[in-house]
T-cell receptor, first 112, second 111 residues
Framework: NAGVTQTPKFQVLKTGQSMTLQCAQDMNHNSMYWYRQDPGMGLRLIYYSASEGTTDKGEVPNGYNVSRLNKREFSLRLESAAPSQTSVYFC???????????FGSGTRLTVV | DQQVKQNSPSLSVQEGRISILNCDYTNSMFDYFLWYKKYPAEGPTFLISISSIKDKNEDGRFTVFLNKSAKHLSLHIVPSQPGDSAVYFCAASQNDYKLSFGAGTTVTVRA
């Protein structure tokens, strides 16, 4: 099925470890986004990429880096994980002609 | 500073009755508003939207109302069905650029 694919679905990290969350979309969308969802906070934008080759900070970028590898793929990296980064992470993409995003199913990350 | 606020964390409604979800925003530059629905262990899915030039948009059982002067929008679900039990997020954007989300309202439809 066409859409946004995120890997892994679950991950447990120790404080200080690093990891990369992968995201790929097959809808030929230009824009891609990384959000985190925390209880009582809704979804908050971490980083986004308006088009291939560009990335920009969102609302909560500290502790994260991103790479827009090509038009399909947008990865999120935690260089040194902290317990405050325990969250559910969603990747999304959006085409030029439509409002509204298509979201992946999420990555549940726990940092202990 | 949250620009989109959903002040009711939860809503319980009987099957067949109306569900009304509310959302307030502070940024007067928002020009498009959306509602997303989310089931556990899934990503949010688009439900319905409204442009700032309209005050109502209807899609089947779902209607969104926008009151720009009050910076308020609401989602009406009539009639509510058990499959509507989910978390509903209100979102807004300016110039089709980056969505800002509210904290969400968990709807439970009782049989």
């Amino acid at each position: 099925n066409a859409g946004v694919t995120q890997t892994p679905k679950f991950q447990v990290l120790k404080t200080g470890q690093s990891m990369t969350l992968q995201c790929a979309q097959d809808m030929n969308h230009n824009s891609m986004y990384w959000y985190r969802q925390d209880p009582g906070m809704g979804l908050r934008l971490i980083y986004y990429s308006a088009s291939e080759g560009t990335t920009d900070k969102g609302e909560v970028p500290n502790g994260y880096n991103v790479s827009r590898l090509n038009k399909r793929e947008f990865s999120l990296r935690l260089e040194s994980a902290a317990p405050s980064q325990t969250s559910v992470y969603f990747c999304a993409s959006k085409g030029p002609a439509t409002y509204g995003y298509t979201f992946g199913s999420g990555t549940r990350l726990t940092v202990v | 500073d949250q620009q989109v606020k959903q002040n009711s964390p939860s809503l319980s409604v009987q099957e067949g009755r109306i569900s009304i979800l509310n959302c307030d925003y502070t940024n007067s530059m928002f020009d498009y508003f959306l509602w997303y629905k989310k089931y556990p262990a899934e990503g949010p899915t688009f439900l319905i939207s409204i442009s700032s030039i309209k005050d109502k948009n209807e899609d089947g059982r779902f209607t969104v109302f926008l009151n720009k002067s009050a910076k308020h929008l609401s989602l009406h679900i009539v009639p509510s069905q058990p499959g509507d039990s989910a978390v509903y997020f209100c979102a807004a954007s300016q110039n089709d650029y980056k969505l800002s989300f509210g904290a969400g309202t968990t709807v439970t439809v009782r049989a």
